[in-house]
């Protein structure tokens, strides 16, 4: 199995750090990018890791900032090698009615879940394209795909990252890069801990699978487009919902 560094944005987080522990697994040398200002939460996490048998790098780096990637890129290439695996899991949600959404919440919303995926990409696409190879997926969302009550920040952001997954793909298919987007229902994390347990309930209720999905489930899917056989997946949106919205 050929080592590929992998570097995954929303590292340390619910399903950044399961994607992180299975890229690891499969062989890879993984890197955790976190929020510069979470840089002992970060550390924690890393020794975290440690004691459960995974020797993570960490890289600091703000994914809303086209300059923080830079230089984020730059010091992982440095220090751990070129970046083949890209992984754009950072993400946040301002949860709001748009009545009532003030302009930062949809503004913060944009740069951190879709700018983000430009800022990164960007500074990676030319060395993945220049080797013959590259693996980029694209976290997105099932309301991406289908909206969601109180999420138009959320939704069209989501939405808009699997617009660039489509075009990217394109551009990088002859050159051995495939570019994909992952789109996780109601996952086990902090972000949907933090929903109003009524609606959390009434969603669920909904899900044919009958339970919420675990990262595990988001972090499978992740590794399998990320295989060295998965080269002629791009351009794809795998849903890992739980059949909460089906579409083909
Ligand atoms: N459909 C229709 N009506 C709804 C509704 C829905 N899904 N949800 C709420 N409403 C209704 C309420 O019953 C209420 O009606 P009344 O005014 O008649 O009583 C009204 O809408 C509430 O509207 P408000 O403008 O007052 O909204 P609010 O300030 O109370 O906040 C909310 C509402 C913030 C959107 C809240 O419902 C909420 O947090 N919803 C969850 C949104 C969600 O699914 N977030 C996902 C987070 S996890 C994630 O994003 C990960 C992922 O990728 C899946």
Known sequence: MSKRVALVTGGTGGIGGEI?????????????NYLPALKDEAEA???????????????????????SCAEMVKDVESRV???DILVNCAGITRDKTLRKME????????????????????????GMTSRGFGRIVNISSVNGQKGQFGQANYSAAK???????????????AKGVTVNTVSPG?????MTDAMPEDVRNAIIAQVPAGRMGSTKDIAFAVAMLCDEDAGYITGANLPVNGGLFTSF
Not at 103 to 125: A, Y
Not at 159 to 173: I, K, L, N, P, S
């Open 186 to 190: 109601y996952t086990a994390t902090a």
């Open 103 to 126: 302009e930062k919440q949809w503004t913060d919303v944009i740069n951190i879940n879709l700018n983000s995926v430009f800022n990164t990409t960007r500074q990676v696409v030319e």
């Open 159 to 173: 939405a808009g990252m699997h617009g660039f997954t489509m075009a990217v793909a394109q551009e990088t298919a």
């Open 81 to 83: 090698g070129p970046i």
């Open 45 to 67: 996490w890393q020794k975290q890791m440690k004691d459960e048998g995974f020797e993570m790098d960490i890289a600091s780096g703000d994914v809303s900032s086209f300059e």
């Open 20 to 32: 992180c522990k299975k890229l690891a697994q499969q062989g890879h040398k993984v890197v955790a």
